[in-house]
């Protein structure tokens, strides 16, 4: 059944999109069932759960953490993780940068920013984006490379709210690959699960996280 689910998500996006398969609250007997059929890039939220996971799991798996990350849980991280999507603050950015320093390795990650009119997301404003990408605050981050923006849309039934904040980063996105950052590149832009993947691969997403799509609804 998770390969079946699996394979008709495959069909449903466009080849120059990723697909991070959300395996959260889904046990490594699981994801190792789409491993087995040739899937790499899975997310989870929460660290502990993924440091659990990935202990078990086969060392080319590419880990994504997609949930919101605590300050002190970066270290436990950096190791490994090929991808941290929920950067939300510059407090964060400076731990990732510290931690990724003292084992001399280069932590990808991508900005979070707050799109939804829901206040129980995280992230940051676009104005924020913008005065931290356009600033010189940038260069003290040397072990960190900005590879894109990840947002997540309303939780909303209405199609044309959630159009309207996929579109909004994605022009935001549009910009700052425009200023040309080196070594930050903005290549990535992370829109889009298993609700309203399709609208977000519409406007202009090239990452899409999907979950229950795949695995079924989540475990408790």
């Known amino acids: 059944m998770i390969e079946e689910n699996y394979q008709k998500v495959k069909q449903a996006i466009p080849s120059h999109v990723k697909l991070v398969a959300v395996s959260k ?11 087995d059929i040739g899937h ?19 060392a080319d798996i590419r880990w994504h953490l997609i949930g919101h990350l605590q300050t002190n849980k970066v270290k436990y991280i950096v190791p490994f993780i090929h991808l941290i999507h929920s950067v939300d603050s510059e407090k964060l950015l400076t731990e990732i940068n510290k931690q990724a320093q003292k084992i001399n390795r280069t932590i990808d ?25 356009q600033s010189s605050t940038l260069e003290k981050y040397s072990y960190v490379r900005i590879r894109g923006l990840m947002g997540m849309a309303t939780n909303t039934s209405d199609e044309h709210l959630i159009r ?3 579109s909004g980063l994605r022009k935001l996105f549009i910009q700052l690959k425009s200023l040309n950052i080196n ?7 992370s829109m889009g699960m298993s609700n ?10 090239n990452l899409v996280r999907i979950g229950s799509s795949i695995f079924g609804e989540r475990n408790t």
């Not at 790499?40 to 086969?58: M, T, Y």
């Not at 309203?196 to 997403?205: K, N, Q, Y």
């Open 40 to 58: 790499r890039d899975f997310g989870e939220n929460k660290v502990q759960e993924l440091l659990e996971k990935q202990a078990v799991l086969p």
């Open 183 to 189: 070594p930050h590149c903005m290549e990535i832009l």
């Open 25 to 35: 609250t889904h046990p490594a007997t699981t994801i190792q069932r789409l491993y």
């Open 196 to 205: 309203d993947f399709s609208i977000a691969i519409e406007e202009g997403s």
């Open 164 to 166: 309207k904040e996929f």
């Open 109 to 133: 990650i991508l900005l979070q920013v707050h799109i939804a009119k829901e206040e129980t997301k995280y992230g940051f404003s676009e104005d924020e984006i913008k005065l931290l990408y």
